[in-house]
Structures are given as structure tokens and as C-alpha cells.
């Protein structure tokens, strides 16, 4: 029955990606608002004409930005999470900083970084880290907080801490919400790193690429820019996805164990 409602699930997405395929042709096809909606062959043709190397060069660099933020926010928000379980004082001042981290518009924060950090890479990197630090550390300390008491005594009747009950027990436990939080985090990380490109302008990347584009009123090319960091995104949800699967298992055979 499971393998039936898995397999229900993914026709049902298929389907509906197929349907808006079919609206974004109509929609190009009938030029609806004004003309901006190209049709999909319109696009695959744009990408065929202007080369896969354009792409590869500029996508690259983006992917390499959006990596490095994707790690950089998310082991500073578990470690974050960590603290607050091991110290529960900070507890306050963690949740205050996660939340002004979400809360903040990377547009209104990006200033501030440029002049705190000259090199552009480094901006990029920061706004693609802060836009998976809230998400991760939210679900790491719920996950962290996961385990019935009964498993958090039983630790401290042997004689074991706040350290032993977060790596006997609460560090299990908390995989799934963990994973769950970063496959969220992933695509946040790569739409940080596209518009920190907006704001930097470096000589490469999706942002820039798409600036250009729609200076010379290329909107095949702009779409084509659009929809390519959006797979790059699905890619990267649908690897954390099939991690978080098989880590998510795991978790719950230990838990068993224990």
C-alpha cells in the first residue's frame, strides 16, 4: 500500500507538471501578458542557439557560490542548535538571532555586506548562507528536542550528561527534522546566491547573465536563465531528498536498537 500511494504521488506530480507545461505554451502561444511569456520552444531554442557552454560557465560559478553558503549556513545553524541544547541560557539570544536572520530582507541587508566585505564572493556566499540559517536550526533544535524523556533518563541513570544524551540520543533522533529543514535549505541557498549576483554584479553567474539579458530584451534568454536555476534547485532538493530517505531509516532502525 505504500509503494501504491509513492507511486500515486508521483504520477500526481507528473501530471501537474505536465499541466503547466501545457498552460505555459497557451500562455506563450497566445501571447498573454503582452508578449513576456515565451513557449517552451522558444526557450529550448534560445539555449540550443546560445550554447551550453554560456550556461555552464555562468551556472557554475553560481552553484559554487550557493555550495559554499549551503554549508557554511547550515553547520553554523546545527552548531547553533547544538548549543542551545548543551547551554539552554543562550537559548534566547539563538532564537533572536535565527529570527533576525529570517526575518531581515536580504535586499536591505546586502549593503551592509558589500561594505563589511570587499570581496564579492564572499557577499554572495554570506547571503546564501543566511538564507538557510533559520530554516536549519529551527528544525535541528526541534529534532534535538525530539526524544522522550525515558531515553534522556535512562542516559542519566548511568551516569551520562547533557553530552552523552545529545550523542547517544538526541543526535539520532534529531536526523529526520534535520534533513527535513536542509532539503528546504537547498534551494534557499542557490535563490540567495542568484540575487546576491544581482546585487554584486560579478564577471559570472546566473544573476549577472540574467541582468544582461534583459537589457538587451532577450526574454527567451531570461526565462531560459530562470528556469535552469530553478532545476538546478530541484536537483539539489531532490539529492537531499533521497539522502534524507535512506538517513531518515536509519534513524529510526537505531532508535529501535536503543
Not at 546545527?78 to 529570517?102: F, K, N, W
Not at 532539503?183 to 542568484?194: E, T
Amino acid at each position: 500500500m505504500a509503494d501504491l500511494g509513492g507511486a500515486n504521488r508521483w504520477y500526481a506530480g507528473l501530471l501537474g507538471l505536465l499541466g503547466l507545461i501545457a498552460l505555459w505554451w497557451t500562455a506563450g502561444a497566445l501571447d498573454w501578458f503582452s508578449g513576456t511569456i515565451p513557449t517552451p520552444g522558444e526557450v529550448i531554442s534560445t539555449i540550443a542557439d546560445t550554447g551550453v557552454a554560456f550556461y555552464v560557465d555562468n551556472f557554475s560559478s553560481t552553484v559554487e557560490l550557493a555550495t559554499r553558503g549551503f554549508l557554511w549556513g547550515n553547520g553554523l545553524a546545527i552548531g547553533l542548535a547544538v548549543l542551545v541544547v548543551l547551554i539552554p541560557p543562550i537559548e534566547g539570544l539563538a532564537t533572536q538571532l535565527a529570527i533576525i536572520s529570517y526575518c531581515t530582507p536580504i535586499i536591505a541587508v546586502a549593503p551592509i555586506i558589500q561594505v563589511a566585505f570587499a570581496e564579492v564572493q564572499t557577499m554572495i556566499v554570506f547571503l546564501a548562507a543566511i538564507s538557510v540559517f533559520f530554516t536549519t536550526m529551527i528544525g535541528t533544535l526541534t529534532g534535538l528536542r525530539s526524544p522522550h524523556q525515558s531515553s534522556l533518563d535512562l542516559v542519566k541513570v548511568y551516569g551520562g550528561g547533557r553530552g552523552a544524551q545529545l550523542w547517544r540520543v538526541r543526535s539520532v533522533s534529531a536526523i529526520p527534522n534535520t534533513l527535513a529543514a536542509v532539503k528546504i535549505a537547498a534551494p534557499a541557498a542557490v535563490l540567495g546566491a542568484v540575487l546576491g549576483e544581482f546585487l554584486a554584479m560579478p564577471d559570472t553567474g546566473a544573476g549577472p547573465a540574467m541582468i544582461v539579458a534583459q537589457q538587451r530584451g532577450d526574454i527567451p534568454e531570461v526565462w531560459a536563465i530562470a528556469l535552469i536555476s530553478g532545476a538546478i534547485a530541484g536537483v539539489a532538493y531532490a539529492l537531499i531528498s533521497v539522502l534524507a530517505r535512506f538517513a531518515t531509516r536509519w534513524s529510526a532502525g537505531m532508535a529501535v536498537l536503543r
